[in-house]
């Protein structure tokens, strides 16, 4: 039996669970203040914070490290690669520490699974990193040569939901079906996953706005706030991803804390969210046209999509093209602890990751 440890950092909490081959046996999220993440610039800076934070949550729930077998965490932004599993090595680390700029929280979860490597000495992956890249080659042209479209989102998530509706709803092979799957978090990405491939896609850059993320804005526009002279582009990156969406408008990210804004009537912050739902809702629309409206499920996923509102929102804009099943809540935990049995098992062979500078 695999005894298998999973790290998934979140901008305001780390997941932890450990799985007994595909039967969760322990979980927690360890939630993290605003005022404890101000103290970091920068998301590796996290690494001793979140390491200690994880050690001492197995140690209060009695956790035996010995037992270990192996550790798997969400990925982070490697280049753009293949699904599947990928080896944590010095390589992946000192390629974590060389990205200053447009960094992700799941940056830091390698590092974490690194040091906790060292303690238990066990093998240690990432699997369905958020730069899972499969997109077709016409998905990535754009309208300036020297800017390729690339996939970075929630692929991790997505592709779990994609086989969970496929086995559990569709009953036929993911091969057999196509859908499009909304993740709705502090940050959002949507995929068209055709016969198993996500041949096409948005991140929070280039669609609807998210709780924390600015989304799909004029070129002009933004071009001329970066050449302002009032930020650096470190102020800018931070502006767009993470101090964005949500949270820009209306001082918070938490979708719960903005519906209790609109309980209590205020109409700015209903327009703001309704907007929220309206920018996804364009997304999901028009990665349809990809596959000429031949779609067979759309998903809404994620921790937002507990929203009834926003999922309401979402539906009436959408559901003419596919019906759309809400599977609220994040999978990952149980998609990396398969991800990993099945590299122990010998059914999936681990890629190795090189840093090329």
């Not at 974590?96 to 699974?113: E, F, L, P, R, W």
């Not at 989102?153 to 091969?175: S, V």
């Not at 539906?315 to 602890?337: D, F, H, N, S, T």
Request: charged residues 25%.
């Amino acid at each position: 039996m695999e005894k298998i440890l999973v790290i998934n950092p979140g901008s305001t909490s780390t997941k932890i669970a450990v799985f007994e081959d595909d039967k969760q046996v322990f979980a927690k999220s360890i939630v993290h203040s605003d005022e404890e993440l101000k103290k970091f610039d920068w998301v590796m800076e996290q690494l001793d914070y979140r390491t200690n934070s994880v050690l001492n949550a197995l140690k209060e729930s009695g956790i035996e490290l010995s037992e270990i077998t192996c550790i798997m965490s969400r990925g982070g932004m490697i280049p753009p690669c293949k699904s599947g599993a990928y080896v944590i090595n010095d390589d992946m680390i000192r390629y974590m520490y060389d990205q200053k700029i447009n960094t992700h929280i799941s940056n830091i979860g390698c590092a974490v699974a690194h040091e906790l490597q060292k303690v238990i000495n066990v093998p240690a992956y990432i699997y369905d990193p958020v730069t899972v890249d499969e997109l077709e080659p016409i998905a990535r042209i754009t309208g300036l040569p020297e800017i390729e479209k690339v996939s970075r989102g929630h692929a991790l998530n997505t592709h779990a939901m994609a086989h969970k509706c496929a086995k559990e709803i569709m009953h036929k092979p993911i091969e057999e079906c196509t859908f499009i799957v909304q993740h709705l978090g502090g940050g959002c990405s949507v995929w068209l996953i055709d016969k198993g491939y996500s041949i096409d896609m948005y991140s929070d850059d280039d669609a609807g706005f998210a709780p924390e993320r600015c989304g799909k804005l004029q070129a002009m526009s933004l071009i001329k706030l970066c050449y302002s002279g009032k930020y650096t582009l470190k102020d800018m990156s931070g502006k767009v991803r993470g101090n964005a969406g949500l949270r820009a408008h209306l001082g918070t990210s938490d979708a719960r804390e903005v519906e209790k804004m609109i309980s209590e009537g205020d109409e700015h912050a209903k327009l703001i969210y309704e907007a929220f739902a309206y920018g996804i809702a364009k997304g999901i629309g028009d990665l349809a046209t990809v596959v000429k409206g031949k779609v067979d499920r759309i998903i809404l996923t994620g921790g937002v999509a507990h929203s009834k509102m926003i999922t309401d929102w979402v539906k009436e804009r959408v559901e003419w093209i596919a019906p759309v099943e809400i599977m609220a809540g994040e999978y990952e935990m149980e998609a990396l602890a398969q991800g990993g049995l099945r590299v122990m098992k010998g059914e999936e062979k681990a890629h190795d990751f090189v840093y090329k500078k």
